[in-house]
T-cell receptor
């Protein structure tokens, strides 16, 4: 039981490049979330999903897109990376029965130069 | 909208001293309340949570927190700090009236423990 995993762990992008971050969970959770963590800002919600094929915007969605084609996977895409997207990205998941209890992945450290 | 305030971005205590990390929430209806810990270069780990029932909740590693409705607070304490407690701590809330409950995090408090 791996819990929540994130790929890749580190990435450096140039401004304007695109990439996709993958989050996978093996707990059969219905809800999945993407957060970004910046110094002094805590964690802020980017997008979330309440089920396969359904996504919603969080607090800071601009510049990101997401997809939930399979229940166990939640993808976060950056179409044209900007230096302001340099951050640590965390994925989390929770079950519909205990939706407030989220399990976090180890994070992806992204640097945009 | 929910908000969480953590007083003090950095707290420093001596080994063996009391740890007190402060958290206040803004909503009139008490939310679900959480404390998470993040060790360097790691993800977030749930320390403890309050959902209902006893207002003093115990978590892992000797931490506990008390929900005080009158003060809209959920402060985290540990009687005796250990070097291994050095980490960043996040208070978070979730709206108990919502079927889908994304967490709202405070900005975090970095705890340093001095030998």
């Amino acid at each position: 039981n791996a819990g929540v995993t994130q790929t890749p762990k580190f990435r450096v992008l140039k401004t304007g490049q695109s990439m996709t971050l993958l989050c996978a969970q093996d707990m059969n959770h219905e809800y999945m979330y993407w957060y970004r963590q910046d110094p002094g800002m805590g964690l802020r919600l980017i997008h979330y999903s309440v089920g396969e094929g359904t996504t919603a915007k969080g607090e800071v969605p601009d510049g990101y897109n997401v997809s939930r084609l399979k229940k166990q996977n939640f993808l976060l895409g950056l179409e044209s990376a900007a230096p302001s997207q340099t951050s640590v990205y965390f994925c989390a998941s929770s079950s519909i029965r205990v939706s407030y209890e989220q399990y976090f992945g180890p994070g992806t450290r992204l640097t945009v130069t | 909208a929910q908000s969480v305030t953590q007083l003090g971005s950095h707290v420093s205590v001596s080994e063996g001293a009391l740890v007190l990390l402060r958290c206040n929430y803004s909503s009139s209806v008490p939310p679900y309340l959480f404390w998470y810990v993040q060790y360097p270069n790691q993800g977030l780990q749930l320390l403890l949570k309050y959902t209902t029932g006893a207002t003093l909740v115990k978590g892992i590693n000797g931490f506990e927190a008390e929900f005080k409705k009158s003060e809209t607070s959920f402060h985290l304490t540990k009687p005796s700090a250990h070097m291994s407690d050095a980490a960043e701590y996040f208070c978070a809330v979730s709206d108990r009236n919502s079927g889908n409950t994304p967490l709202v995090f405070g900005k975090g408090t970095r705890l340093s423990v001095i030998a």
